[in-house]
T-cell receptor, first 115, second 115 residues
Framework: DAMVIQNPRYQVTQFGKPVTLSCSQT?????MYWYQQKSSQAPKLLFH???????NEADTPDNFQSRRPNTSFCFLDIRSPGLGDAAMYLC??????????????FGPGTRLTVL | GESVGLHLPTLSVQEGDNSIINCAYS??????FIWYKQESGKGPQFIID?????DKRQGQRVTVLLNKTVKHLSLQIAATQPGDSAVYFC??????????????FGTGTRLTIIP
């Protein structure tokens, strides 16, 4: 089945220790998104790749970076995790077809714990 | 500023009854409104969308109503089942000048179906 896969599902890191979260997709979608979702809150867009073009949200901290080496994979790098970065990180993909809406497909998320 | 918010954080409904989840939005530039369902430990799952020039759209057991006059949308779920228990998010879509798509999610309503 075509899907969005996130690894690992659970990640524990230490304060200030860099961490990388992984997302892969078999949908061949050209857009990949990273969202941060804190407990009992809505997903918040951090950035997205439209093909190879990186699009950062204005309020995304510099501590968060992303890489997309190819169509299928996208990584979220947190350079120096703080306690406030503990959250669920969701990867999503889509193939936009403006003016209509093609749904964004979400992965199961990676829950990040910062000790 | 741009926001998509929900009126009620929690909702409990007897199995078999209908449920209505409400959402308010503020961005007049939104061209689509989307409902997502998020079960515990999973990523959001698309339910239904509605274009801003429509006022009603029906799916399987779900109906979305859009009232642009008061910037309000609702999700009606008919004949609720235990599997409907989840957090429901509304989201609005905006297309940037560069053609990028951005979803802004509301805070979510937790729906609990009582057997």
């Amino acid at each position: 089945d075509a899907m969005v896969i996130q690894n690992p599902r659970y990640q524990v890191t230490q304060f200030g220790k860099p961490v990388t979260l992984s997302c892969s997709q078999t949908l061949n979608h050209n857009v990949m998104y990273w969202y941060q979702q804190k407990s009992s809150q809505a997903p918040k867009l951090l950035f997205h790749y439209y093909d190879k073009d990186f699009n950062n949200e204005a309020d995304t901290p510099d501590n968060f970076q992303s890489r997309r080496p190819n169509t299928s994979f996208c990584f979220l790098d947190i350079r120096s995790p703080g306690l406030g970065d503990a959250a669920m990180y969701l990867c999503a993909t889509s193939r936009p077809a403006w003016p209509t809406y093609n749904e964004q497909f979400f992965g199961p998320g990676t829950r990040l714990t910062v000790l | 500023g741009e926001s998509v918010g929900l009126h009620l954080p929690t909702l409990s409904v007897q199995e078999g009854d209908n449920s209505i989840i409400n959402c308010a939005y503020s961005n007049s530039a939104s061209d689509y409104f989307i409902w997502y369902k998020q079960e515990s430990g999973k990523g959001p799952q698309f339910i239904i969308d509605i274009r801003s020039n429509m006022d009603k759209r029906q799916g399987q057991r779900v109906t979305v109503l859009l009232n642009k006059t008061v910037k309000h949308l609702s999700l009606q779920i008919a004949a609720t089942q235990p599997g409907d228990s989840a957090v429901y998010f509304c989201a609005d879509r905006v297309i940037s000048n560069f053609g990028n798509e951005k979803l802004t999610f509301g805070t979510g309503t937790r729906l609990t179906i009582i057997p």
